[in-house]
């Protein structure tokens, strides 16, 4: 799973510092580097659909997004409630009050996880302020559901903010990741993501993060 955060009006400062002690959970900021995000979050959508992968995507609303499979794709307001879906499915998981709470909703993706088996899933989440919560919602319930999530925030230029990346789930070490740059994530991203991360001038995965195999 790949979760982005908006990181307006205010980025959280206290990360990732304040999720490396959870369960297996990693994180650090990204240090300064020229590379931008660009439009990373829909480019790997866009990615992972070309290699036949079934998606569930949480967007806002004034996004587009088609793919080649019928990927489930919510669109949601600023508040995070859905006012559409494709395709449509007649489900009380879609009731407003199991969406406007942050927390709440990832247990509704959760949900749908288990109900829909995607390969992939993509949200992107308005609130900001809550990413503390939701790492530690997926910190204790990814692993127990073979899930890896990737969390992030991107740079700011205007007001000199880093940004972070976390992962946290299976096969994840806990511990300050130090010196990964915002490519260095989206490498990771595609690595776990198990789509081609070589040649793609994305950096090199943060690989301090996850446990060595023993076939390694």
Not at 196 to 206: C, F, I, K, L
Request: proline share 6%.
């Amino acid at each position: 799973m790949l979760i982005k955060f908006t990181a307006s009006p205010s980025p959280d400062d206290s990360m990732p510092e304040a999720v490396t002690d959870l369960l297996e959970t990693a994180g650090g900021r990204f240090y300064a580097s020229e590379s931008t995000e660009s439009d990373f979050f829909l480019s790997i959508a866009q990615e992972l659909d070309r290699t036949g992968k079934l998606l569930i995507l949480v967007l806002p609303e004034e996004t587009s997004f088609s793919g080649l499979r019928d990927h489930l794709i919510i669109w949601t307001d600023s508040s995070g409630i859905p006012v559409r879906m494709e395709p449509q499915l007649n489900s009380e998981l879609l009731a407003d009050s199991l969406w406007e709470n942050p927390v709440l909703r990832q247990q509704t993706v959760l949900e749908l996880i288990n109900f829909f088996k995607p390969d992939v899933v993509l949200q992107i989440v308005p609130e900001a302020q809550c990413c503390t919560d939701i790492t530690e919602f997926w910190s204790e319930y990814g692993s127990d559901n073979d899930l890896t999530v990737a969390l992030y925030t991107p740079p700011v230029e205007t007001n000199n903010f880093r940004g972070w990346g976390v992962f946290t789930g299976l096969g994840v070490q806990s511990r300050l990741l130090e010196g990964m740059d915002i490519q260095g994530f989206f490498a990771t991203v595609r690595l776990i993501s198990r789509v081609n991360w070589e040649n793609t001038g994305s950096g090199y995965p943060a690989m301090q993060a996850f446990y060595k195999m023993e076939t390694e």
